[in-house]
């Protein structure tokens, strides 16, 4: 079964800074990973999907990458309302979730 | 506009049974694979199952495999989940979601407590 790890496992951050957080793959998954967020409770939000591609309507300022086994959610100047737990999903076969990035806005 | 509503939700004891129902609408229901997702209290997202437009292929996490099974009512717009053989750590909020590969539209989210 594949693993998805995410780290840090939570960081603080100012309004207007950038700040990218991981996740990596026991095995090559290709592009096929998703971002989600979730704010303190409400259900998960989908941002990312196939690894780079922004869901209809999320602000471009957040961006997906990496390819095989690690992958890069960044977010470009980070909002107040960015704060949130933030889960990468190995697409198909048995999704699985990281264990999630905690943000905290300072 | 896309609404997924869960219930069902409850306090049950081990080994007892429980069956959630997701009434979807706003979306053409019989389009989309449909999948149910848990999160335990505090926890991480934990797939659990998703089905087949038409409901003829099922696939489940190793966990609930025989004792949990999904199945959905096109004509009614409705997802299920019969869970039976109820354990402790079954005990999560089990949401409702779209898709296959990823999760696009979420329900609010039905509270399953396990314990005596």
């Known amino acids: 079964n594949i693993v998805m790890t995410q780290s840090p496992k939570s960081m603080s951050i100012s309004v207007g800074d950038r700040v990218t957080m991981n996740c990596k793959a026991s095995?090559?998954?290709?592009?096929?990973i998703a971002w989600y967020q979730q704010k303190p409770g409400q259900s998960p939000k989908l941002l990312i999907y196939?690894?780079?591609n922004r869901y209809t309507g999320v602000p471009d300022r957040f961006t997906g990458g990496g390819y095989g086994t690690d992958f890069t959610l960044t977010i470009n100047s980070v909002q107040a309302e960015d704060a949130a737990f933030y889960y990468c999903?190995?697409?198909?076969?048995?999704?699985?979730f990281g264990a999630g990035t905690k943000l905290e806005l300072k | 506009e896309v609404q997924l509503v869960e219930s069902g939700g409850g306090l049950v004891q081990p080994g007892r049974s429980l069956k959630l129902s997701c009434a979807a609408s706003?979306?053409?229901?019989?389009?989309?694979?449909m999948a149910w997702v848990r999160q335990a209290p505090t926890k991480g997202l934990e797939w659990v199952a998703y089905?087949?437009?038409?409901?003829?292929?099922?696939y489940y996490r190793d966990s609930v495999k025989g004792r949990f099974t999904i199945s959905r009512d096109n004509a009614k717009s409705t997802l299920y989940l019969q869970m039976d053989s109820l354990r402790s750590e079954d005990t999560a909020t089990y949401y409702c979601?779209?898709?296959?590969?990823?999760?696009?539209?979420w329900g609010q989210g039905t509270l399953v407590t396990v314990s005596s």
């Open positions: 706003g979306f053409t229901f019989s389009n989309y694979y």
């Open positions: 095995q090559n998954v290709g592009n096929n």
């Open positions: 999903q190995r697409i198909y076969n048995s999704p699985t």
């Open positions: 196939y690894a780079s």
């Open positions: 089905i087949s437009t038409g409901g003829g292929s099922t």
């Open positions: 979601t779209t898709g296959r590969e990823w999760f696009a539209y």
